[in-house]
């Protein structure tokens, strides 16, 4: 099973625009398959039982107008999600009672301890990103809007190396006066 980017969408708050305004728009996708599969308490035990105890997930957006000639709009997204493997005597943590390796979650390096596997999963492979640019970048007129983002980690005990970029569908919105 390999891994892929999936569900790239776009979501705006209006459809129309003053020149004036800040626009920010929604970029919601998801990392599926072979991590999703194998990032699970069994997995987490034996890589930190072979001192593979970090993780660390890369990924990015880009906004883009125009179909052809693509132009980038606002500040570009670039940071990562991080997985620290620590050993743990809380039985709440933990779903099966002889393991004792947990994982906390990091992004913008806000940790963060999920309640179970599935909150973990959803953690550290779905992303829901807010991007602002001003409207005066595209300037009067409609304007079909794109995203692209790209996601990478390196090889561990539980995942294949992986980098993959993907678009969404194009959006429209309208900036007027």
Same mark, same amino acid.
């Given at each position: 099973?390999?891994?892929? *980017?999936? +569900? %790239?969408?776009?979501?705006?708050? #209006? ?8 626009? #920010?728009?929604? %970029?919601?996708?998801? %990392? ?5 599969? #194998?990032f =699970? ?8 039982? =072979?001192?593979? =105890? %970090? ?5 990015? *957006? ?11 709009? +606002? ?8 997985? $620290?493997?620590?050993?743990t ?9 002889? !393991? ?6 990091? !992004?913008? @390096?806000?940790?963060? *301890? ?12 779905? @992303?829901?990103?807010?991007? =602002? @640019?001003? $409207?005066?970048?595209?300037g ?7 995203a ?10 539980? $995942?294949?190396? @992986? ?5 969404? !569908?194009?959006?429209? *919105?309208?900036?007027t006066?």
């Open positions: 099973m390999t891994n892929t *980017i999936s +569900g %790239v969408s776009l979501e705006k708050p #209006a459809d129309k625009f003053k020149v004036d305004e800040n626009v #920010a728009v929604n %970029v919601r996708f998801s %990392v599926t398959g072979a991590l999703r599969e #194998a =699970n308490e069994k997995n987490w035990e034996k890589a930190y039982n =072979n001192h593979d =105890n %970090v993780f660390k997930l890369r990924y990015g *957006i880009k906004l883009y107008s125009g179909s052809l000639r693509k132009r980038e709009i +606002g500040k570009p997204l670039d940071t990562y999600k991080k997985v $620290a493997l620590f050993w005597r809380n039985s709440k943590l933990t779903q099966m009672a002889e !393991k004792k390796v947990w994982v906390q979650i990091s !992004k913008n @390096f806000e940790p963060f *301890i999920p309640k179970n596997q599935v909150e973990a999963k959803e953690m550290l492979l779905d @992303f829901d990103e807010k991007l =602002n @640019f001003n $409207a005066s970048d595209l009067v007129g409609k304007h079909k809007i794109g692209e983002v790209y996601v990478s980690w390196f090889k561990h005990d539980y $995942a294949e190396p @992986f980098d993959q970029k993907a678009q969404s !569908k194009e959006i429209e *919105i309208e900036i006066k």
